[in-house]
């Protein structure tokens, strides 16, 4: 006979974070992967990250970090050697000066969002962030009793970013604007014109800015321009960056913030409070990649620039899809309205029916509504086999 226990318990979570959200592609990758199991071929095009092997001499650095001993705890702001490289990497590439006290390095890039809100933002205040946009930033927006302000950052070289729109978006409770360019899920890249013009109102509007340069070095022409740059705005940005995508490097964890002299000791302590450091012998990997070559970066968004012509040209060619072409970053955000399905249905559909797994744009906010997202993440041949099953499903 078996016995189950009947007890019952209550557990009364707090209401932040049962307002908190969560990310559909990790929802859609569990299911991608059940159906593997179930013998299906899958391709995916769902997560946010590269498919290319982190490169053999940043894995050699992080196997000779091990030999070495460095598995203890390092510095809750990071090691000092990784936090100057940093420093000077981020001051050649952004043309600022950068303090290497400025860098907090975190286990991945996601942790200066959480960081950033934790930091300043309270019950009330009005965050602006991209919608659609990474689901993050909506989500702490809710899970801290904010209140939600979002501003379509433009969809790439068709739909260019509304700067008067925002500037009707700032209020007195305004306190904290959230940038993403490159961006995700529209690859739009914010040019120096409307960097300049979003960077005086915030000069105007005295607010900070979380700059979330993660797919900075993933551009297709045009240059990245960070806000930080801008006279009188490093010190009220913080710029989110890390080696997730760069050096393929989404599992290894790495990532850092370049905050105003007044925040990053602030994320040190939220650094203390919740990890006490990124992983150690990790930080000497990231050194590596840091002081490595570039060729591989390089391959990547060669890789990456083939791949996203193959599906760009695919999805505008199938019917009543069409899909402006990403700048940078490694998604094409395509409109299926024209298709006459629901876009949280036709993504259903890929997946379940034709093994093309993608992510619905309403998982990015409310701008996404009539969107799917797909991701480069799977060579010329895959995603010319994707977009054939999409004209199979859409024109039988
Ligand atoms: C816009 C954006 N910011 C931050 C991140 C987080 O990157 P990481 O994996 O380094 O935490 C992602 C990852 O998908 C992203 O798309």
Redesign the pocket.
Known sequence: MTTESTETTTVRLAARVERMGT?A?FRVFARARALETEGRDIIHLEM??PDFPTPDFIKDACRTALADGHTGYAPAGGLPALREAIAADVAASRGIPVDPQQVVIT???????FFTYMALVERGDEVIYPDP??P?FESMTDALGAVRVPWHPGSGTETRPDIDRLASLMTDRTKLLVL?SP??PTGIVHNKQEIEQIAALCRERDLVVLS?E??SRILFGGEHVSIAAEPGMANRTII?D????TWSM?GW???YAVAPHAIAPVFEKLMTNSNSCAVHFVQHAALAALRGPREPIDAMVEAFRERRDALVDGLNALPGVTCDRPEG?FFAFADVRGTGLDADVLAGRLLEETGVACVQGPAFGAGGAGRIRFSFAAGVERIQEAVARMRALLAP
């Open positions: 990310e592609a946010g990250e286990p991945g890039g996601k942790p200066v969002i946009g990474f993050i993403n961006g995700n979330d993660i797919y989110l890390g080696f997730s995508k989404t964890r790495l990532g970053s």
